[in-house]
């Protein structure tokens, strides 16, 4: 979402520029799909496509592609030679689309809807043509809103555009050959949600970490002097409940990640009570296997099931034998990370 508000900004100003988009991607290349980087006329970049020979070799092909005015793709290999060259531990294949992006109002406000669509928690797509097998191409971008509506122009038929939404297009990164040209058709999904219950010391620690690899960050909690904005990051949205017992509607679901780290036991056990029915992607409850176990058990006699209560990972996060609310925190948000990313690979 930051990285689109920057583009709308660089364009509004009238700033040409180029953006470099990972796809197609097999094996352990070193972003995911859909990695974006964008090269100013200087060679300053935002975002990153992973760093290393590959990274510096896109920024030097973007900074002609630029002059020129045109779009390219380049294939990648990472393997063999070329992986012990660039010291490189990761191997794997794919392709950049190196997208040159007119400073016109036509992409402006492409730019400004998705980042807008984005912030307002709906999907889009956004499609870019891919020419149809030249060296060179223009280019050209539209974006597909929630509501089907276009911003831009796609000069196919109706149908050729619901038939590129269709299919694989309609959860992840994907490129399509129709009518004899190839698309890039690029879901625009909100960030995944963390609801943090409990605004103590530790979740200051997961706050930032969360928002850094690019969470959307909700804390809870009943204690006023805990729930205020001020402890945390500008990004961060406080809410302040009267009491743990009765939780506020939230919009949970199956992008949205449980952290259960309370002031005490009997309110952990409160929350994960009200929240083991959600279709959350992630419920995790900080405390030794001692006290998973007691309220576990308690649980099992109000009558929840053991299927049930085995979606809690508890202790929470991946042991590191962490001991700090910072160290516990780089644990729990590794888990978080790790979880996230096997869903993605699941559903591409």
Not at 230 to 252: C, D, G, H, N
Not at 295 to 300: E, G, P
Not at 315 to 339: N, W
């Amino acid at each position: 979402m930051r990285l689109f508000r920057e583009v709308a900004a660089l364009l509004a100003a009238g700033e040409d520029i180029v953006i470099a988009t990972l796809f197609d991607k097999t094996g352990s290349a070193p972003r995911t799909a859909g990695a974006k980087m964008v090269v100013r006329a200087d060679g300053r970049i935002l975002g990153t496509i992973g760093g290393g020979c590959l990274e510096a070799e896109t920024i030097a092909e973007a900074k002609k592609l630029l002059k020129a005015r045109q779009s390219a793709i380049r294939t990648f290999e990472l393997t063999g030679n070329e992986t012990s060259a660039a010291d490189m531990v990761c191997g794997g294949a794919g392709e950049i689309l190196i997208n040159f992006v007119e400073a016109n109002a036509s992409n402006r406000r492409i730019y400004e809807e998705a980042a807008a669509t984005l912030s307002g928690r709906r999907r889009a797509w956004l499609i870019t043509s891919l020419g149809r097998g030249e060296p060179r191409f223009s280019g050209w971008q539209c974006l597909v809103k929630h509501d089907h509506s276009l911003v831009g122009d796609f000069p196919g038929a109706p149908d050729s555009l619901a038939k590129l939404l269709a299919g694989p297009a309609k959860l992840s990164i994907h490129a399509e050959v129709l009518e004899g040209q190839r698309f890039l058709v690029e879901p625009l999904r909100p960030p995944a949600t963390v609801y943090i219950f409990g605004a103590g010391h530790v979740s200051q620690q997961i706050v930032p970490l969360c928002e850094l690899v690019g969470f959307r960050t909700v804390v809870i909690d009943d204690r006023p002097e805990y729930a205020t904005p001020a402890r945390f990051t500008p990004r961060t949205e406080v809410l302040r409940i009267e009491s743990f017992s009765k939780l506020p509607p939230l919009p949970i679901d199956s992008d949205s990640y449980l952290v259960i780290v309370t002031k005490g036991h009997l309110h952990d056990k409160t929350v994960l009570e009200q929240v083991l029915g959600t279709s959350a992607a992630y419920i995790g409850m900080i405390g030794s296997r001692r006290k998973r176990e007691s309220i576990f058990a308690a649980l099992l006699n109000q009558g929840f099931t053991a299927d049930v209560l085995r979606r809690v990972h508890s202790p929470i996060g991946i042991d590191i034998l962490a001991e700090t609310p910072e160290e516990i925190a780089v644990s729990i948000v590794s888990e978080l990370i790790r979880v996230r990313a096997e869903r993605s690979s699941a559903q591409n």
